[in-house]
Structures are given as C-alpha cells and as structure tokens.
C-alpha cells in the first residue's frame, strides 16, 4: 500500500512538472463540463459550484490513472468530509471498459465520459496533455491546483476557512 501511494505520489509530481500548459490554468476560472454519468444523467461542473472540486481526467486503459484510482479512493471520505467533491472525466471511447473500471476500482464519486478522447474540446479547453490529470477547484469555480497530492488539497481547503 506504501508502494502504492509513493508511486502516485511521485507520479503526480512528474505530471505537475511535465504538464506545463495546465500549470497556466491555475488562477482562472474553470471551464464549463457538461457530460453523462454511466446512467445516462447529465452532470455540469456548475451544478457543483459552492463545494471544492477535483476534477480528474483518466481513462480504462491507462495504468497510472488505475493507481491513482486507489488512491482516490482511500481519501474521498476524508475529501467528502472536509466538502470536498472528486469529478472523473473519463476520456474512454470504449463506454463498456469504462463502465468495467468504476466497478473493479470501486469507485464511489462522480463519473462523466467524454468519448471522443483527445479529439474533445474539453480536452483541449482543459489543457489535457496526458492523463492522469487532475484539477482542484474552489467554491467559486476558479482552478486553484493542478495535479495536487492528496496532502496539498488538505492543505488548500484548510487555508480558505474562515
């Protein structure tokens, strides 16, 4: 389990570093997201507005997202706790192999697919050069980090209490 956590960790630390044009996104407003869930309901990024976002973009088939996927997993209920909300945008093409990795991963927040992969404007918008990318966005729907360690997303929500 350490293994895992130092490989995500070091992971994230080589897409912060890596991922230049994200890294410009920090400080401006987040772009609209409007996609369907597994069941076909349709989310928007606005409907969340008011509570900490992290929107993470992954997909099936990638190996790092997997990983990250558990470690994801071990800190939504201390995210969700402290009012914050985890958004996976899948960029899988393949909506069964989607639908297949939230079960096996256990995944137990908000899941939207954009199917047209790198071709999507949401991409583009988003500044998605490689997965897993992650964004965290505050209340008010401006990017405040990207690809935070799950300790850094503590830390910035302790920071804008009262």
Same mark, same amino acid.
């Given at each position: 389990?350490? #293994?895992?956590? @130092?490989?995500?960790?070091? $992971?994230?630390? /080589?897409?912060?570093?890596? *991922? $230049?044009?994200?890294?410009? +996104? *920090?400080?401006?407003?987040?772009?609209?997201?409007?996609? %369907?869930?597994?069941?076909?309901?349709?989310?928007? +990024?606005?409907?969340?507005?008011?509570? /900490?976002?992290?929107?993470?973009?992954?997909?099936? /088939?990638?190996?790092?997202? @997997?990983?990250?996927? !558990? #470690?994801? @997993?071990?800190?939504? %209920?201390?995210?969700?706790?402290?009012?914050?909300?985890?958004?996976?945008?899948?960029?899988?093409?393949? @909506?069964?192999? /989607?639908? &297949?990795?939230? &079960? &096996?991963? !256990?995944?137990?927040?908000?899941?939207? *697919?954009?199917?047209?992969?790198?071709?999507?404007?949401?991409?583009?918008?988003?500044?998605?050069? !490689?997965?897993? #990318? #992650?964004?965290?966005?505050?209340?008010?729907?401006?990017?405040?980090?990207? *690809? %935070?360690? %799950?300790?850094?997303?503590?830390? +910035?929500?302790?920071?804008?209490?009262?």
């Amino acid at each position: 389990m350490i #293994t895992s956590i @130092r490989i995500f960790l070091l $992971a994230c630390f /080589w897409f912060s570093v890596s *991922n $230049a044009a994200a890294q410009f +996104l *920090n400080g401006k407003k987040a772009f609209p997201l409007v996609l %369907p869930d597994p069941s076909g309901k349709v989310i928007s +990024l606005d409907s969340l507005q008011g509570k /900490w976002v992290l929107v993470d973009f992954w997909a099936s /088939w990638c190996g790092p997202c @997997r990983l990250a996927n !558990r #470690t994801v @997993r071990k800190y939504y %209920p201390q995210w969700k706790k402290n009012g914050i909300e985890v958004l996976g945008v899948s960029l899988d093409e393949n @909506r069964t192999g /989607w639908i &297949k990795a939230i &079960k &096996k991963d !256990r995944i137990h927040w908000l899941q939207v *697919n954009t199917p047209a992969q790198w071709d999507s404007q949401l991409v583009l918008q988003w500044n998605v050069e !490689r997965i897993p #990318t #992650t964004y965290l966005i505050d209340p008010s729907g401006v990017i405040r980090a990207t *690809n %935070p360690d %799950p300790k850094e997303i503590l830390s +910035l929500i302790s920071k804008s209490k009262p």
